[in-house]
Nanobody, 119 residues
Framework: QMQLVESGGGSVQSGGSLTLSCVAS????????LGWFRQAPGKEREGVAV???????SYADSVKGRFTISQDAAKNTLYLQMNSLKPEDTAMYSC?????????????WGQGTQVTVSS
């Protein structure tokens, strides 16, 4: 089944940038909605960015203009480019995939990669 592996997390200063990668074990183009989620300590998991089956992205208001979700379909890889990072962006970031639409629960998840932004 679908397996996802994230990488690219790390520590960065406020205002810096990071790019997260998520490699999927199966071809994602042709039926999967893809997304990035994050969860900070003491907070619920939230959706950060989602790319639908057609490649149309949507973003949480908190990251609009700073984050960009993209996909290299040939490599089955999803990216999240994060610019102008803020301390409040600190969280565990996970990629997820769904083959049953972009709304509702995403059934496939990666292990997560930590992003820490210092002020």
């Amino acid at each position: 089944q679908m397996q996802l592996v994230e990488s690219g997390g790390g520590s960065v200063q406020s205002g810096g940038s990071l790019t997260l990668s998520c490699v999927a074990s199966l071809r994602t183009r042709g039926g999967y909605c893809l997304g990035w989620f994050r969860q900070a300590p003491g907070k619920e998991r939230e959706g950060v960015a989602v790319m639908d089956i057609n490649g149309t992205p949507s973003y949480a208001d908190s990251v609009k203009g700073r984050f960009t979700i993209s996909q290299d379909a040939a490599k089955n890889t999803l990216y999240l480019q994060m610019n102008s990072l803020k301390p409040e962006d600190t969280a565990m970031y996970s990629c997820a995939a769904s083959n049953s639409g972009c709304s509702g629960e995403f059934p496939y998840w990666g292990q997560g990669t930590q992003v820490t932004v210092s002020s």
